[in-house]
Structure formats: C-alpha cells, structure tokens
T-cell receptor, first 111, second 113 residues
C-alpha cells in the first residue's frame, strides 16, 4: 500500500529563516508527487507536481525537489503569510489511481 | 468565480439523521472526488467519478452514497449518521484521472451531536 510520511509535524520559523519540509514516500511506481498548501478553514491549494527524480520546481519563495524516496519543499526567507499546513501526496502508476496524502506539516512563521 | 463550491459549509445534526452535501465545479473538469479529513487532519479519498462513472470507491460504509447527475456536480448523501462521521468533507475536481492536479472546495464541516 502507498505510504506518505511528512516531517516534522510542526515547524516554527522566524521571518527570513529558511528551512525545508520533508515528504518520504513508498509507492508502487510513482506517477506524480503533489504539494498542496492548506489554510485554516479552506481546502488544499495546489502548488506543484513532480514526476521524476531530479526534477525541481519553484514558485516565489518555494522550491520543491524530488528523489526516488523523498521530496523536499524548501522555503527561502519565509514571510508570515507563508504560515499554513503543507500537504504532500503521491499518485501511483495505473489508470484511475488515487492520491495518497501525508498528514501535513503545519508551518508558523513569526514576524 | 468560485471554482469548486460546496454547500453547506457547516452541518450540525443529530445521530441517526440523513443529510446531503452538494458540490459543483465550473472548471469544465471531467473528474470529481469526495475526501474526508478527520480530526487528525488526515485527508482520505472516499469516491471518484469520471464522466459520471464511479471509478474509485474506497472502503466506505454503505451509508455513504455519492451521486453525479452530470460532470459538473457530485453530491454526497449520508444515511443514519453516526458520531464517527464528524469530519470535514472536501469535494475536488480535475481534468482527467492521471497526473492532473486536483482543485478543492473549502469543505463542509459535519458535526454529529
């Protein structure tokens, strides 16, 4: 069965203090790895899809990377508005394959 | 302008009642989903429909019955509500079933008294 483990569960950063969020996964043939951001009381908002080891994607202060066993979401010089829960999900190869989500990492950025 | 909209946003009801949650998407997507997010924030797929056809049906009690009248709508009906059904239910949609990002609604918080 596909598994996704995210660490740490919670992370508190000072504004401007860069860090990385980890997503380890086990999947029978990776089709894609997805990163989402979820704000309190809202649905997950799509950030990135990564398809193969070595791939990187960037958006503003966020950069996502992928290896064969894990993905990192690097946050450079975070701002308070980056505070949210970041979810990682994997989709296995095969038709109509579901997304398997991790529990998420709650990031708090203090001004 | 809301891409995926769910109603109601909050649902408070007694154990044993029957309730429905509605979902509509205006993105032109052909695939829709229902997820359950429990108190530990774990997001789990329940059902998925592609072009009104059920394609994913996870281990969910028979009390939960999805219905897709057309590609833009996916409703969830729950019979004989139990305490353990308390959670946030999210609807999502995507274009196709593979590789494509899913777009989520803002959830329906269901509380069983």
């Amino acid at each position: 069965e596909d598994q996704v483990t995210q660490s740490p569960e919670a992370l508190r950063l000072q504004e401007g203090e860069s860090s990385s969020l980890n997503c380890s996964y086990t999947v029978s043939g990776l089709r894609g790895l997805f990163w989402y951001r979820q704000d309190p009381g809202k649905g997950p908002e799509f950030l990135f899809t990564l398809y193969s080891a070595g791939e990187e994607k960037e958006k503003e202060r966020l950069k996502a990377t992928l290896t064969k066993k894990e993905s990192f979401l690097h946050i450079t010089a975070p701002k308070p508005e980056d505070s949210a829960t970041y979810l990682c999900a994997v989709q296995a190869a095969g038709a109509n394959s579901k997304l398997t989500f991790g529990k998420g990492i709650t990031l708090s950025v203090r001004p | 302008d809301t891409a995926v909209s769910q109603t109601p946003k909050y649902l408070v009801t007694q154990m044993g009642n029957d309730k429905s949650i509605k979902c509509e998407q205006n993105l032109g997507h052909d695939t829709m989903y229902w997820y359950k997010q429990d108190s530990k924030k774990f997001l789990k797929i329940m059902f998925s429909y592609n072009n009104k056809e059920l394609i994913i049906n996870e281990t969910v009690p028979n009390r939960f019955s999805p219905k897709s009248p057309d590609k833009a709508h996916l409703n969830l009906h729950i019979n004989s509500l139990e305490l353990g059904d308390s959670a946030v239910y999210f609807c999502a949609s995507s274009q196709g079933t593979v590789d494509q990002p899913q777009h989520f609604g803002d959830g329906t918080r269901l509380s069983i008294l």
